[in-house]
């Protein structure tokens, strides 16, 4: 009875590790999953400038930057346009992309070419040639 109690108690102990050892792998594979999920994308960040608000967000995938970007401008009655410029750096070097404006609101998705290093981007608010721009926000 003492050797059939062992044994039990043995078998018991087995399929526990081996449970164990088999979960391990999976919550570790998990985990992993969630870190590269979190540094293929970004959460939203805002900043303001005058009556503009930007939102935007970023990730890079398949070696390419990516940049989605919200522009809202909260006073329609005056001249104001908000504005959103992208600029990108390629070999050490910094080149304008494009300016984008509105006088209420514009979404945009924004994928970069293979070359593109890095970018950075501001808001600004204003008409004509007068501008109020927020300092660069980098990626």
């Known amino acids: 009875m003492r050797t059939i109690g062992k044994l ?4 018991i102990l087995a399929g526990v590790v081996a449970t164990g050892v088999a979960v391990a792998p ?8 969630t870190v590269s999920a979190a540094q293929a994308g970004s959460s939203w960040d805002r900043f303001e400038r005058g009556d503009g608000r930007f939102d935007y967000r970023w990730g890079k995938s398949g070696g390419r930057y990516w940049l989605d970007f919200k522009i809202w401008d909260r006073d329609r009655d005056d001249r104001d ?5 992208v600029y ?15 006088k209420s609101f514009l ?9 593109v290093d890095d ?11 007068k501008f109020g721009w ?5 990626r």
């Open 88 to 102: 990108y750096k390629n070999d050490g070097k910094w080149f304008f992309y494009k300016r984008y404006s509105s």
């Open 81 to 85: 346009y908000s504005f959103f410029d």
């Open 8 to 11: 039990l108690a043995g078998t």
């Open 26 to 33: 999976a919550a570790s594979a998990s985990a992993a999953t």
């Open 107 to 115: 979404s945009k998705h924004i994928v970069f070419g293979k070359h």
């Open 134 to 138: 927020g300092g660069w926000h980098f």
């Open 119 to 129: 970018f950075r981007v501001r808001g600004g608010y204003g008409h004509g040639n």
